[in-house]
């Protein structure tokens, strides 16, 4: 009887380099207006460096991916009510950065930040976001904070699907 080489599923691990050079390459392209249309130049605002002071001003930061320790810290602050609303009146919150790294949840935490700008605003308050540490050296390609020793580049039942 003879065997077939079947060809094994494609995962993080054995993914051909060739493929991630062809979806960094597709992105740029697709980014710079090559492939997708162009769309119309919205002028951008100057970045605001300065603020007036605020009556209450809070700092948070390292949320470092843990959704709930995140939306803890913002309940100890009195700046989201039982239903994760926010609930700061005119306060101005900045996060300070390290969003990223050791959680699973950096995405979750960054929708429920722009949620909270948006909310925030409509009551006289604000929340400011800067990059960290953790996120200045993710955008340079210095991942060496990214993944935890404990941790896997890929997760187990990470595969792709043809």
């Given at each position: ?5 079947q060809p094994s599923p494609l995962t993080c691990e054995n993914l051909p380099s060739f ?111 800067l990059n960290g540490n953790h996120e200045i050296m993710n955008t340079e390609g210095d ?20």
């Open positions: 009887m003879e065997q077939q080489n493929l991630y050079s062809f979806v960094d390459t597709f992105v740029d392209f697709s980014v710079s207006g090559i492939f997708l249309p162009q769309q119309q130049q919205i002028p951008q605002k100057t970045l605001q460096t300065h603020y007036p002071s605020p009556d209450r001003l809070v700092a948070i930061g390292d949320l470092h991916g843990d959704l709930e320790k995140s939306k803890q810290a913002f309940r100890l602050a009195g700046l989201i009510d039982g239903s994760d609303r926010w609930s700061g009146g005119s306060t101005t919150v900045v996060q300070i950065g390290d969003v990223l790294d050791r959680g699973g949840e950096e995405l979750k935490i960054l929708y429920f930040l722009e949620k909270l700008k948006r909310e925030a605003v409509k009551t006289g308050g604000q929340l400011i976001t991942l060496r904070l990214a993944i935890t020793l404990s941790d896997s580049p890929c997760p187990s039942n990470f595969n792709f699907s043809f």
